[in-house]
């Protein structure tokens, strides 16, 4: 069966400080990858999406940057967190036209 | 950007009763899909309907869709308290690669 995986749960990083968060799914090949972004007691906002590896797809211009260095593995950067920055990171997966499978997310907090 | 509009908002009911959450969208789709997270969680595929059928069923939930309206609607009967979440529509838009999210409706079952 598959699974995703996401790390850490919970960050506090100071304003200023570099990201990495990262996505590894298990049990299937190829998927389309996504990254979002959901504020407190929003909808979600999709960040970046990965059709392959190398190939990254950005929706809204911002701090963050995104990789795909393996099939299974997607990893959301920044060289410098800002306040706006916060929020919840949610990694998901899908193949063709079927549902997409959320991790658990990371929970980002800049002070 | 966000396609689907969920209403209402926020819906509060007691234990027992049923939930009725509907959902906008503005063009074209394949399909659309509802989405339960529950508070500081990932996302749960609950259930996709194709733009061909008009109605569909799982367990205690019912979604409706009429394309000529372009809306949906996901019935929750016999509520009970693990129903307490935020319910997401989503919708394809026509393509294979991002769903389009609605803002989201809170649910709160109350005992």
């Known amino acids: 069966s598959q699974t995703i995986h996401q790390w850490p749960a919970t960050l506090v990083q100071p304003v200023g400080s570099p990201l990495s968060l990262e996505c590894t799914v298990e049990?299937?090949?190829?998927?389309?990858l996504y990254w979002y972004r959901q504020a407190a007691g929003r909808g979600l906002q999709l960040l970046f999406y990965?059709?392959?590896?190398?190939?990254i797809s950005s929706e809204v211009p911002q701090n963050l940057s995104a990789s795909r260095p393996q099939d299974r593995q997607f990893i959301l950067s920044s060289k410098k967190l800002l306040l706006s920055d916060s929020g919840f990171y949610l990694c998901?997966?899908?193949?063709?036209?079927?549902?997409?499978?959320f991790g658990p997310g990371t929970r980002l907090t800049v002070t | 950007s966000q396609q689907g509009e969920e209403d209402p908002q926020a819906l509060s009911i007691q234990e027992g009763e049923n939930a009725t959450m509907n959902c906008s969208y503005k063009?074209?789709?394949?399909?659309l899909q509802w989405y339960r997270q529950n508070s500081g969680r990932g996302l749960v595929h609950l259930i996709l309907?194709?733009?061909n059928e008009r109605e569909k069923h799982s367990g205690r939930l019912r979604v409706t869709l009429d394309t000529s309206k372009k809306s949906s609607s996901l019935l929750i009967t016999a509520s009970r308290a693990a129903d307490t979440a935020s319910y997401f529509c989503?919708?394809?838009?026509?393509?294979?690669?991002?769903?389009?999210w609605g803002a989201g409706t809170k649910l709160i079952i109350k005992p």
């Open positions: 998901a997966w899908k193949t063709g036209f079927d549902e997409q499978y």
């Open positions: 049990g299937t090949s190829n998927p389309n």
């Open positions: 990965s059709v392959g590896i190398g190939q």
């Open positions: 063009t074209s789709i394949n399909n």
């Open positions: 309907i194709r733009s």
């Open positions: 989503a919708t394809d838009e026509g393509s294979n690669y991002q769903l389009i």
